[in-house]
């Protein structure tokens, strides 16, 4: 099979908020592309339904200052500090930046933008479009770049980067539509491929998300930054997964158990139902296993008969419509049955704060590689993010590696190309056609089945499996490896937090089979650790 040949200044590799903002910052000044495996508007990205953080003090005072704290607290003390005060300090300015593009925000009645409350923040500073947020960011994003003459390569899926002598020189990709391998020629290459939620049975997160890129890092030799740090939302929908949005906490719904107690009194006294998601998500789960789920089952009660229903549909309609639709249940009288889900990868591909890809996870540069949004691990969230801090993360660190990229530009040379740059994702195809023809004569013999069925979907299907199971691995070893607790990784044999030993990321090598752990330390600028109490 012939590969075709593609030459661009800068490759940007998904379309979601992280990678469409990071190329509008490099269209204007270069000729750049972006490969996505789903169509742009169906990106990760859109499903997002609570909002956007920034400290603009609107629905009550606010600082920077508070804002900085709640995400370090909120991490366990494991986001590196300097990562954080970039992060919130730029806030106001992305949030402007998506007005001014066009975003229809909320609004209070005094016609500046609506704040509302949410998980771990001290401060109503959820900037919010009803519960479609994500939906509207990242389809104004999409215009704006298509208005940049930004050009999409869709249903591209891509295979493998070609990284030589520590220089990424390009990717090679896969056709789904029509089949075909192509071998993307550039200067600098930015990851924005989203997180890896695929990896577990319950939840929140869309088919696309197995988390391909850092199969792609791991299997270039760069280490896995923190992996073991998964979060679960406490409120899914029970058995589907599908998220109900913090939104609704926020908005005051109480969670009730068997007994019909507003539990998290026991647990978050200060905070109740606006504790931070990984607190929530285990109350949850002690409740259940002593025995106070719903009728003695996996789950609880999500609330919000008490907002009346003028309020559910205007502020949380999607709430409704979700708990309506798959579980039949209409949330305006009754209680809606809800379960911990898989929801968040805080751990990725190590940058630094100018979204620059780290050889070894510490200073060492991958040459033109850059990584933003939840593929990438800077770490603004250490142990455990804050919702709303995610759509700032992945826009305000897709325009850092825009940024990084265009100025690497300037006097980057565009390095060969290897020949046998598409060798290795050619013998991965052939070897996954020849497993699944040997699987479908096995099938066949066995019943009848469908002989249209699209293969091409069958060996994309096939190559994520084989990513998921190879970082699912590292999730696990790595988890088995921090023997404390933290944030959203908790062990019942280590049930507390141990700075002596612990307060250091994880870098996870993967050497063939054999799996290598690293560390590196965290950055501490203003916030010494204490106990995360809330
Ligand atoms: C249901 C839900 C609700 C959420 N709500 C909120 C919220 O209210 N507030 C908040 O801050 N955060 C929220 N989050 C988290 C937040 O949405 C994500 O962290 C963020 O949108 C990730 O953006 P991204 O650009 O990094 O990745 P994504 O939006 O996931 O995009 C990934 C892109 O990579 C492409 N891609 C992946 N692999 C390949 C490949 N091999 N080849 C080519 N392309 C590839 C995909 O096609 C896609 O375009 C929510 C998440 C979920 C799941």
Redo the contacts with the bound molecule.
Sequence with gaps: MKATRHQYDVLV????????RAALEVAPVSKACV????Y?S????????????AALGNASPDSLEEHIFDTVKGSDYLGDQDAIEILISEAPEIIYEYEHFGVPFDRMADGRLAQRPFGGHSRPR?VYCMDY??HVL?HTLYEQCIKQDVKFFSE????SLIIRDGVCRGVV?WDQQKGGLHVFHAKAVIL????Y?RAYKIT???L???G??LA?ASRAGIPIEDIEFVQFHPTGLYKQGI?L???ARGEGAYLTNNLGQRFMEKYAPGKMELAPRDVISRSIQTEVDEGRGINGQDYVYLDIRHLGEQKILERIPQIKDLAQKYLGVDCVTAPVPIQPTA??SMGGIPTNNDAEVLLDGKDKKVVGLYA????ACVSVHGGNRL????????TLY?RRAGRSAVKFLRDAVLAPLPEDAPDASLKRIDEIQEKIRTLKERYQKIRAIDRNSIFNLDLIEAIELGNVLGFAEMIVAGAINRKESRGAHFRKDFPKRDDVNWLKHTLVYRDGDVLRFDYKPVRITRYQPQERKY
């Design positions: 590799v998904g379309a979601g908020l992280a990678g469409l490969l996505t495996k789903v742009p169906r990106s990760h990205s859109g499903a997002a339904q609570g909002g956007i953080a959820a947020t994500g990242l591209f899926y891509t295979m990709a924005g491929t989203g997180g939620g929140t997160n869309a696309a998300n197995t391909d890129g792609l998220l949005s913090e939104g929801h968040y933003a949004g939840e593929c919702g709303t801090n995610s759509l700032l993360e992945a897709g």
